[in-house]
């Protein structure tokens, strides 16, 4: 009953390397996001996907890029981190139905330095 | 645009104490309207919901009345625990589609 798995839970990267934070979801869900959470700020839909090989623009799309290749994976790459990108990651997945209950993950704790 | 407003800064209170948080939201057309909760070191789960004008969402003794005339959806329980302490996000969908907006979100701490 693993819902929504986020890996890895924690990462420390310096300024201008690259990571892929993995999401994985069981649910046979159709609609997979992916958040950044920041003091003060809520969370923010960074990009998402309304299917297998689909992915579309959120709110702060720049510096990320995602890939959904399986139904039950949905990946966000950053390719050259900033200190910005500092901040906690979210993935969720819901049903392919109006007002459907979001499942997040665990959350991923990523810092640049 | 679609976007959810709660009132500012952290809410402290003593247990049994009765809380709201209050929450307003823009949105075109009828969006569904949630409250999610995330306790420490984990996700965020859903709380409640309500998906039209004048429903009650409820849960754990936690309810939430959609008032579209306000355009509000405030967060009520009557005796708070000491349990009850998380973080508490409003929410909406728009019509249409499953995209969340959330509110920045309001840090509870109930103390004993």
């Known amino acids: 009953n693993a819902g929504v798995t986020q890996t890895p839970k924690f990462r420390v990267l310096k300024t201008g390397q690259s990571m892929t934070l993995l999401c994985a979801q069981d649910?046979?869900?159709?609609?997979m996001y992916w958040y950044r959470q920041d003091p003060g700020m809520g969370l923010r839909l960074i990009h998402y996907?309304?299917?297998?090989?689909?992915?579309a623009k959120g709110e702060v799309p720049d510096g990320y890029n995602v890939s959904r290749l399986k139904k039950q994976n949905f990946l966000l790459g950053l390719e050259s981190a900033a200190p910005s990108q500092t901040s906690v990651y979210f993935c969720?997945?819901?049903?392919?139905?109006?007002?459907?209950?979001?499942?997040f993950g665990q959350g991923t704790r990523l810092t640049v330095v | 645009g679609n976007s959810v407003t709660q009132m500012e800064g952290p809410v402290t209170l003593s247990e049994e104490a009765f809380l709201t948080i209050n929450c307003t939201y823009t949105?075109?057309?009828?969006?569904?309207l949630f409250w999610y909760v995330q306790y420490p070191g984990e996700g965020l789960q859903l709380l409640l919901k309500?998906?039209?004008?004048?429903d009650k969402g409820s849960n754990k003794g936690f309810e939430a009345t959609y008032r579209k005339e306000t355009t509000s959806f405030h967060l009520e329980k009557g005796s708070v625990q000491v349990s009850d302490s998380a973080v508490y996000f409003c929410?909406?969908?728009?019509?249409?589609?499953?995209?969340?907006?959330f509110g920045k979100g309001n840090q509870v701490v109930v103390i004993p």
């Open positions: 309500a998906t039209k004008a004048d």
């Open positions: 996907s309304v299917g297998e090989g689909t992915t």
């Open positions: 949105a075109t057309g009828y969006p569904s």
């Open positions: 649910m046979n869900h159709e609609y």
């Open positions: 969720a997945s819901t049903e392919d139905r109006t007002s459907a209950e979001a499942f």
């Open positions: 929410a909406l969908t728009p019509y249409g589609n499953n995209r969340l907006a």
